[in-house]
């Protein structure tokens, strides 16, 4: 028997959860051929790579990204398949590019996922040639894809094709009966093309960009009863998965989006995964409500997963264009003149206007993601070096006690979106987010891949967490095995998802990855930025941890070693392939 590729002498994790061993694996026609104890025939063998003291890992499937736009310009995704994830899911937070025109796509996700408009509805312009599922799944399938792509359709997607953008996100408008049925219909015909669900929003600070209804909150958020049971009936009937965004400061909708998952045992549970599960700094004791929640839920006959990042949230914003301004009215207000910078400094500048955001500021209580404590927000970069590696409530303090608001404040309108700084929001607390992270109720993902390309980096998420495991291990304080961690971001996912991939068994995908465990290291935690060709050389925080992952393998092919992509193959051709969920 001969090999295309030969895996040699590494542990192997087959991510299903079970004791990993040393092993050899051959690989034929993109599936694993052989997993053995004894070293394989390298005879023809055109390729081996010596894992030696390495681990051999399935490729890690990312469920939450906003690759939508960016797949269709820069297909290889070069970004997360450099950290060995091989499948990414698109469709997130009720947004997709199956249905919606070009510009109302740039206004769905332009401000909402910080992607700026104009390279939106210039790549769907110029990319879009579909009007179905199929048809986009062939397009997909036509590109030189890196990773392997799985998808939701968005339920603001369908909603405003169907009902047109300003209809869509009027309050006073329900869809006729007409329009609801071709809602229907096109979630039936993506689920028909295999695509793993539908994802819902109901988040109240996920605005619209563009002129037309900007700040309107997204088409998902009409939608009432009625037509959110029709779309769930449907999931349901094909044990498919909704994927969920509860409004944080209406607690009743989190609930009565989990407990939509209950069969009651009177019908088949619906698959429901909701964001996020997080240790929020703002209000210490939600953190032990998501478990609780997801164990109640499936008691009762759900199946509830709640989406959780298993590294601190830290984010970074240039001036005021982080998103966790949209949860307060002062800070939607100033967003809402995103594109008029003059207007929006002079508002800034504003005395009444600043009244109106230190009382914002100083409510401290209620459902909310930001904590606002500009005490906890460290500037790392602005043209007055003084105030850099300072916070903006330090700066208050040695200009003479001025309020917190006001230094940023006063910051922001001498100096725009040249100052940058950054905070932590959530999974701050280490013995909570091992919790968290082992919890059976949580998936782990919410990357936001592909999105907030100014804000976050958390395309290495996978290999932060294996690191954690390890060093909870080797410390004697171990909150689960490597095994188990691999598997979490792995097998389960796919298994969960209905996907062909998360595992290295024989006949398998050979979706690879050979990390070196010694460079699981404070290499993965470093601040690292890189342009973006199809954003106009937009610069995107990544991560840059290249000597970790010594090599990755979709379909089993090399695409990256040690950070380097394969020049023939990596946007030259494709390797990765649409996933269609079964079941």
């Given amino acids: 028997m001969t090999y295309d590729l030969i895996v040699r002498d590494g542990r192997w994790f087959d991510g299903t959860g079970a004791p990993s061993a040393v092993r050899h694996l051959g690989i034929r026609d993109g599936r694993v051929a052989a997993v053995s104890v004894e070293p394989l025939d390298e005879t023809g063998c055109s390729r081996v790579i010596d894992a030696t003291g390495h681990w051999v890992i399935p490729g890690m499937v990312d469920i939450h990204t906003h690759y939508d736009v960016e797949v269709l310009v820069q297909p290889a995704l070069l970004e997360s398949l450099r950290h060995g994830i091989t499948t990414i899911l698109l469709g997130s937070c009720s947004l997709s590019t199956v249905h919606a025109a070009p510009g109302d796509a740039g206004d769905l996700f332009g401000r909402v996922e910080a992607i700026p408009r104009p390279y939106v509805v210039g790549a769907l312009e110029e990319q879009k040639t579909w009007t179905a599922a199929g048809e986009y799944v062939a397009a997909l399938e036509r590109l030189p894809l890196g990773p392997n792509v799985a998808a939701f359709i968005g339920h603001s997607d369908i909603r405003a094709a169907r009902m047109g953008l300003a209809r869509a996100t009027d309050p006073d408008v329900r869809p006729s009966a007409a329009e609801l049925a071709t809602m229907a219909a096109d979630l039936v015909d993506a689920l028909d093309e295999g695509f793993v669900g539908m994802s819902s929003q109901e988040l109240m600070f996920d605005k619209l960009d563009g002129e037309t209804c900007r700040s309107r909150t997204l088409p998902s958020t009409y939608a009432k009863g009625r037509e959110r049971r029709r779309l769930n009936r449907l999931l349901r009937a094909r044990g498919r998965a909704l994927q969920g965004g509860p409004d944080v400061a209406r607690p009743q909708s989190l609930v009565r989006m989990a407990f939509s998952s209950c069969g009651w045992g009177r019908r088949p549970a619906l698959k429901v995964s909701l964001l996020s599960a997080a240790d929020i700094k703002a209000i210490p004791m939600v953190a032990h409500l998501f478990p609780l929640l ?26 005021i264009a982080l998103p966790v301004f949209e949860e307060f009215g002062s800070g939607a207000a100033a967003l809402h003149l995103a594109n008029q910078i003059e207007e929006q400094r002079a508002l800034l500048a504003d005395e009444d206007y600043r009244r109106w955001f230190r009382k914002d500021y100083d409510k401290k209580y209620g459902p909310r993601v930001w904590h606002r404590d500009f005490f906890d927000a460290e500037i790392t970069e602005c043209p007055d070096a003084s105030v850099v590696g300072r916070t903006f409530g330090q700066v208050g303090v040695d200009r003479g006690g001025v309020h ?44 936001d891949a592909g999105a907030h390309l100014r804000n976050m980096a958390f395309y290495n998420f996978g290999l932060r967490l294996l690191r954690r495991v390890r060093d909870a291990e080797a410390a004697g304080a171990p909150f689960m095995t490597v095994e188990h961690a691999v598997h979490r971001i792995t097998g389960e996912l796919a298994d969960w998802y209905g996907l062909d991939t998360g595992h290295l068994r024989v006949g398998d995908r050979a979706d690879v990855v050979v990390i070196d465990p ?19 050389n937009l610069s995107r925080m990544v991560n840059r941890n290249d000597a970790t992952v010594v090599a990755v393998l979709v379909g089993g092919e090399v695409v990256v070693e040690h950070g380097t992509p394969a020049a023939d193959v990596v946007g030259v051709r494709r390797t990765g392939r649409f996933l269609r969920a079964t079941g």
């Fill in 294 to 319: 997801a164990r109640t839920v499936n008691r009762f006959g759900g199946d509830l997963r709640f989406q959780h990042l298993p590294v601190p949230f830290e984010v970074y914003s240039d001036g």
């Fill in 404 to 447: 917190p608001v006001d230094a940023f404040l006063d910051l922001v309108v001498e100096h725009g979106d040249k100052v940058r700084w950054r905070t932590t929001i959530s999974n701050h607390r280490p013995k909570v987010l091992d919790k968290l992270t082992a919890d059976p109720g949580v998936q782990l993902g919410f990357s």
């Fill in 518 to 536: 010694a460079r699981l290291d404070a290499s993965l935690d470093a601040y690292a930025e890189s342009p973006v060709r199809a954003y106009g």
